[in-house]
Structures are given as structure tokens and as C-alpha cells.
């Protein structure tokens, strides 16, 4: 794997009032890498991905991506990375073809709005309502936006969540092309047979805290057996009660 860093957590830590949503987080992305960050529900992986998104601002620590820290620099960061979120609300009431071209004022770079549309099949939605569209073509167009900017690193959250197992699939091989296209893939899943399948790396989280990044085959080898799925990795280091 190439191992040039493109973003770098130090010690990150995001408060809300009483809540420690995320408790001191240190870790490394590379170029070119699918990183998946798994953990329960509230266990701060959002969180997380919002602040290397510059969407919201470590309460202490350091967040750099590209270079770029995201409390000083977060509008050169923008205009670098892509980001789908979980709600796609907010292009509900556009159609296909509008939303692109709206997402694309919004940028000094871009990649050729054709060249989007054709790599995520897109053609024959553009006159529709983004509402009106299943849940696989919504995800894709909130994909195509994020892709506007031609993102050196992309982030999704729980991007295949809710999606048929074929609109996950078909989902995840634009997502390895994408990885192809020598971009780095950051994302969030509750789909365990997708972290090990597509993931170059699983970063997971519990209460807060990083407590492993590895290869799916080397969380695996952690497990008290040496052996197992990445299911037992959830329900063992995941998903394990703390001091566990
Ligand atoms: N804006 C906010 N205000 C207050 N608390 C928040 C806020 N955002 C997140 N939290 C809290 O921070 C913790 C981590 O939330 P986060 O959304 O990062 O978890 P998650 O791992 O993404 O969960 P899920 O799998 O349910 O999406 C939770 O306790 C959550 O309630």
C-alpha cells in the first residue's frame, strides 16, 4: 500500500456539553485506501468523520487532511474532498440533472459533469425528482455530487445503509473504481460482510475511543480465538462492554 498520509487525527477529541463523543483519537489515513470505521450506534463514528470533514471542530487535538488543518484552512480543505452524508434531504426537491449543476457553481474545480453521470449510470434519472428515485439512486446521485469537485478523498456515511443487496453491490464496485482512480475512500458501516470484503482497513470505535485499525484478516487474528468473521470482530472488540 502506498503509504503517503492524507489525514491525520492527533489526540482528537469533540465534546458536547456533558457528552464525550469522541475521547482522544489518533490515527492515520493513507492515499488511496478504503478505510471503513465501524462501532455501535452513538459510538462516535459520525463524529469522527465530521471533523476530518472540517464540518465540525475538535473541541482539543489536531485534525490535518491534505495537509491542511481543518480549524485554520477549512475552505481550501473543501474544495478537496467530497462528502455524502447520511440525508440526502436537502436535494429532495431538485431533479437529477439540477442538483449536479447546482453542486458544480459551487466549486472553482470540477470534473466534467458527463464523465460523472456516466460513471455512476446516471443518464436516464437526470430529469427526475431526487425524492422520487429509490434508495440505490439516491445514494448514487448524493455520490455524483460528492464527486463534483473531483475529491481527492471521499467521505461516506453508512453510505449502502438501507439499500437492496444488489444497489449495495453495484454501489461498492463504483466505490473500488473510484479507490482505482487512486482516491481515498472514508466511510462508515454497520454492514460487517462489507468491511471485510471491500475495507483495505477497519478503524474501530467504541465509546469514543479508537480501539483498533487494521486489515479485516488482522482484526480477525485479535480475536481471543485467532479466528472468526469480521461479525465476531463487532460483537468482540466492537461492540464489547468497556474492560472487557
Ligand atoms: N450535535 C450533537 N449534540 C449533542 N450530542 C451529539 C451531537 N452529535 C453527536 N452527539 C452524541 O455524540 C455521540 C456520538 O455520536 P455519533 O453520531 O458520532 O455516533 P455514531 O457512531 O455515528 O452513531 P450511529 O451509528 O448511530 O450513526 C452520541 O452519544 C451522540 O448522541
New binding site residues.
Given amino acids: 500500500m502506498n503509504e503517503q498520509t492524507v489525514i491525520e487525527l492527533h489526540d482528537a477529541k469533540k465534546t ?2 456533558t ?1 464525550q ?1 469522541v475521547r482522544g483519537i489518533s490515527l492515520n489515513v493513507y492515499k488511496g485506501e478504503v478505510l471503513g470505521i465501524i ?10 468523520l465530521e471533523m476530518m470533514m472540517g464540518l465540525i471542530e475538535p473541541t482539543s487535538g489536531s485534525v490535518s487532511v491534505l495537509g491542511h488543518d481543518v480549524k485554520k484552512q477549512p475552505m481550501e480543505l473543501k474544495e478537496k474532498i467530497g462528502i455524502q452524508l447520511q440525508k440526502t434531504s436537502l436535494y429532495d426537491r431538485i431533479r437529477v440533472g439540477e442538483a449536479i449543476n447546482l453542486f458544480q457553481s459551487y466549486y472553482k474545480k470540477t470534473r466534467d459533469s458527463k464523465e460523472i453521470i456516466r460513471l455512476l449510470g446516471l443518464e436516464p434519472y437526470l430529469k427526475q425528482f431526487v425524492k422520487k428515485l429509490s434508495g440505490g439512486w439516491q445514494q448514487r446521485t448524493a455520490l455524483a455530487l460528492a464527486l463534483i469537485n473531483d475529491p481527492e478523498i471521499i467521505f461516506l456515511d ?1 453510505p449502502t445503509t438501507g439499500l437492496d443487496p444488489k444497489a449495495r453491490h453495484d454501489l461498492w464496485e463504483i466505490i473500488l473504481q473510484l479507490r482505482g482512480e487512486g482516491k481515498t475512500i472514508l466511510l ?1 458501516t ?1 454492514y460487517m460482510e462489507e468491511a471485510n470484503k471491500y475495507c483495505d482497513r477497519v478503524a474501530v ?1 467504541r465509546s ?1 475511543e479508537l480501539v483498533a485499525c487494521d486489515t479485516p484478516a488482522n482484526l480477525i487474528k485479535m480475536l481471543p480465538s485467532g479466528q472468526g468473521t469480521m461479525d465476531d470482530v463487532y460483537v468482540e472488540i466492537a461492540a464489547a462492554t468497556k474492560g472487557a
Avoid: L, M, R, W
Wanted: charge should be neutral; avoid cysteine; charged fraction near 10%.
Fill in positions: 458536547y456539553g457528552v463523543a462501532g455501535a450506534n452513538g459510538a462516535g463514528k459520525t463524529t469522527t453508512e462508515s454497520h470505535i469514543g
